[in-house]
């Protein structure tokens, strides 16, 4: 099981039971189909947490073969009995955002108000001799740079290469122990081979910062010619290291 991409909402439904029980629906995103088994799986607690936040992680099965490369819609929910003193909300995780939704046994049928936790919208990165620059926006701020808040990231590239900017299906998100793996291809396969280009995109918690500084690396992913000889390694690997800062930026 994996954390999914993103999770969009979080709604707690309190029931006219007792002991009360309060039933947790949470809606997100997995960064491609096939995902199965959606399940919101709690914490372990030694203490109860001071805040009366209490934490779940959205988690999925994977695909394991190939599947379709598009961010897919996923759900779950979980049904939590005998429920602690203290409880003031819900926090859901997933790989990418958090969510809160604050709880009310005083009124059984709210659905709960869900706020964000601040995470960073804009990932810049630099290598040590400045000749590779990356800017990575989780959700790009509509077409073109236009106002407005879109779903789908866009990935600036800048390098010995060129210059690129990738969009939404042109972006492979992939979860892996180094993180998010945000990958596209700078050079597609032909005759003379091929490059991509892979950024691996640690968890960073920005909280009430503006901006977070951090290291992470790079690969450069060099696909040899096509030649009659199959014989060897077909993929070759640059590894840069970057420097990065996440930063929340507001939306215009």
């Known amino acids: 099981m994996k954390k999914v991409l993103e999770v969009i909402e979080v709604k707690l439904f309190p029931l006219r039971t007792f002991p009360a029980k309060l039933k947790i629906s949470a809606s997100g995103t997995v960064p491609t189909g096939g995902w199965s088994h959606p399940q919101l799986v709690p914490f372990t607690y030694i203490q109860a947490p001071p805040d009366g936040i209490y934490d779940f992680d959205f988690v999925a099965e994977p ?64 290598d040590a001799d400045g000749t590779t620059k990356v800017v990575f926006f989780p959700r790009a701020f509509g077409p073109l740079g236009g106002g407005g808040d879109s779903a789908e990231p866009q990935l600036e590239y800048e390098g010995p290469e060129g210059r690129f900017v990738f969009r939404g299906a042109d972006i492979v998100r992939q979860e892996s122990p180094l993180g998010s793996l945000i990958s596209a291809t700078l050079i597609p396969n032909a005759d003379a081979g091929g490059l991509s280009f892979a950024l691996a995109l ?39 290291n970057l420097k990065g800062l996440a930063e929340r930026i507001p939306l215009l």
Do not use: C, M
Not at 203 to 231: D, H, S, Y
């Open 63 to 126: 695909p394991d073969g190939s599947a379709t490369q598009a961010i897919t819609p996923i759900a779950a929910e979980f049904l939590w009995e005998n429920l602690p003193q203290g409880l003031k909300g819900i926090r859901i995780h997933a790989s990418a955002n958090s969510k809160v939704a604050f709880f009310s046994s005083e009124n059984s049928s709210s659905e709960g108000e869900t706020e964000e936790v601040p995470q960073p919208n804009r990932f810049a990165f630099t």
């Open 202 to 240: 640690p968890p960073v918690v920005i909280l009430g910062q503006k901006e977070v500084e951090f290291e992470t690396i790079a690969i450069k992913i060099a696909e040899r010619r096509r030649v009659f000889n199959p014989l060897g390694a077909v993929l070759s690997y640059k590894v840069l």
